[in-house]
């Protein structure tokens, strides 16, 4: 019986070491598969990062953007004003020079009236 007991002990510690084995194996796989998850996960932060970066240097630029569009903006409504000024300035200026133009006619006028009043005998 010892015999027999002794083979079997045999087989089972075979069969044990076996298992052994193949869990050993599945532990070096899993730990493989498990670094290269680590690495993925890694490069995954490391672009992650790099977005968070680019996003934030584009939304920079983009409020850089919208103030030199409001400054822009600004400086033509300024300049709208400015040349709607002098346009109102020139038809004043306009207006004033017929009246002016008018009144030297007539000055002109009064004074031929005048010099051939004189040269009338």
């Known amino acids: ?32 598969q498990r670094q290269q998850l680590h690495w993925e996960l890694r490069k995954l932060q490391r672009l992650q990062q790099q977005s968070k970066q680019e ?15 409001q400054r822009w903006q600004q400086l033509h409504q300024d300049s709208e004003r400015a040349l709607a000024m002098r346009e109102e300035e020139l ?7 017929a009246f002016l133009k008018e009144e030297l006619s007539k000055a002109m006028e009064q004074v031929q009236d005048r010099n051939r009043q004189h040269h009338s005998p």
């Open 1 to 32: 019986m010892q015999m027999q007991d002794l083979a079997t002990l045999q087989t089972e510690l075979a069969q044990a070491q076996q298992e052994k084995a193949k869990q050993e194996e599945k532990i070096a796989a899993y730990e493989e």
């Open 55 to 69: 996003a934030h240097s584009l939304q920079e630029r983009l409020q850089e953007l919208s103030r030199r569009a």
């Open 91 to 97: 038809v004043v200026c306009k207006v004033e020079l």
